[in-house]
């Protein structure tokens, strides 16, 4: 990797979607284990702080009004509502990371990953990548364990989880999160395969 990154300027942005419950931030957190040269854009939102999530580190937790006022001044790369909360990405962060050469990664819903395709709103090399649950069942299942959401909102999540699996041929790549290490072993494949193709264009 690191031979790739010197000849690559801009680092990786990696988009990372996933139905909620399925595995997502563990993921995440997998993928930048013992790599410095990544990085996870904390993003905002105007939900509230679930138990033991921490501000700064989980979430950058704001208000409405907070949230309304970054967006106007451009301060975010992309926004959604998702279940009647806003999320977005910030912008300036990412641009920095993304400048110095870091692989900066958005775990971000499938209305965000949109917004950065076609918007092409940074220069420099994007790859989204889309994670699957087996099967609703498990979704559901892994929903409930976490005991975060009552049960309206686990409906809710289930529901949107469709409608968002529908949009995963949009993405560079699908991945099944049918075992944890397998899922993070497959993502860093690619990610390899992905920087090679482009390193490879870069020096033709
Ligand atoms: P949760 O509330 O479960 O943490 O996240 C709900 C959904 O919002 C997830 O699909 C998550 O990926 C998405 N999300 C988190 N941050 C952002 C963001 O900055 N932008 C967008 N578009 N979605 C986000």
Redesign the pocket.
């Known amino acids: 990797m690191s031979t790739i990154k010197k000849k690559t300027q801009q680092g990786l942005l990696v988009i990372l979607?996933a139905p909620?419950g399925c595995g997502?931030t563990t993921i995440v957190d997998r993928l930048l284990k013992r790599h410095e040269d990544r990085i996870r854009a904390v993003?905002v939102?105007t939900?509230k702080p679930r138990l033991g999530e921490k501000d700064g580190v989980d979430y950058f937790f704001v208000t409405r009004e907070a949230f309304k006022k970054m967006e106007k001044a451009g301060e975010l790369l992309?926004?959604?509502k998702?279940?009647d909360e806003y999320?977005?990405?910030p912008k300036s962060f990412v641009r920095e990371q993304l400048k110095s050469g870091k692989t900066v990664i958005l775990?971000?819903?499938v209305?965000?990953a949109k917004i950065l395709r076609t918007k092409a709103a940074l220069k420099g090399p994007q790859f989204s990548i889309f994670v699957l649950p087996p099967s609703v069942k498990v979704l559901r299942d892994r929903l409930e364990g976490r005991r975060t959401d009552s049960p309206e909102e686990i409906e809710k999540r289930l529901q949107i989880a469709q409608e968002e699996i529908k949009e995963a041929g949009s993405y560079d790549r699908t991945v099944m999160n049918q075992n944890l290490d397998q899922t993070v072993l497959e993502i860093e494949r690619l990610m390899d395969e992905f920087l090679k193709k482009k390193s490879a264009v870069h020096a033709a």
């Open positions: 979607s909620s997502k993003s939102t939900r992309e926004s959604a998702v279940f999320y977005g990405t775990a971000i819903d209305q965000g």
